[in-house]
Nanobody, 120 residues
């Protein structure tokens, strides 16, 4: 059973920083990519940033230059460093992992979400 456990959310003032972590555990044969999504009240879930296990990254335009995603393959952990936070970054942030079984079958898992609130 694969689990993703997120941490690092909280309340911060505009302009501040937070670092989110997401650790994958369980029977994991391989990691293709890991990423972060967010969902604000009344809005659809949107992609924020992603990285392959090889370090190729992708960012939403709204966070480019402010957020940095990184991965520690040995720890099976992905991080999201969020700087210059804005009130519009307020959302529940979800971790997603694109994994690979020993039979080369790809599958996805989600974390439970962590709340990020940015006050103005």
């Amino acid at each position: 059973q694969v689990q993703l456990v997120e941490s690092g959310g909280g309340l911060v003032q505009a302009g501040g920083s937070l670092r989110l972590s997401c650790a994958a555990s369980g029977s994991i044969f391989g990691i293709n990519a890991m990423g972060w999504y967010r969902q604000a009240p009344g809005k659809q879930r949107e992609a924020v940033a992603s990285t392959t296990s090889g370090g190729r990254t992708n960012y939403a335009d709204s966070v480019k230059g402010r957020f940095t995603i990184s991965i520690d393959n040995g720890k099976k952990t992905v991080y999201l460093q969020m700087n210059s936070l804005k009130p519009e970054d307020t959302a529940v942030y979800y971790c997603n992992a694109d994994l690979r079984s020993k039979y080369s079958v790809n599958y996805s898992r989600w974390g439970q979400g962590t709340q990020v609130t940015v006050s103005s």
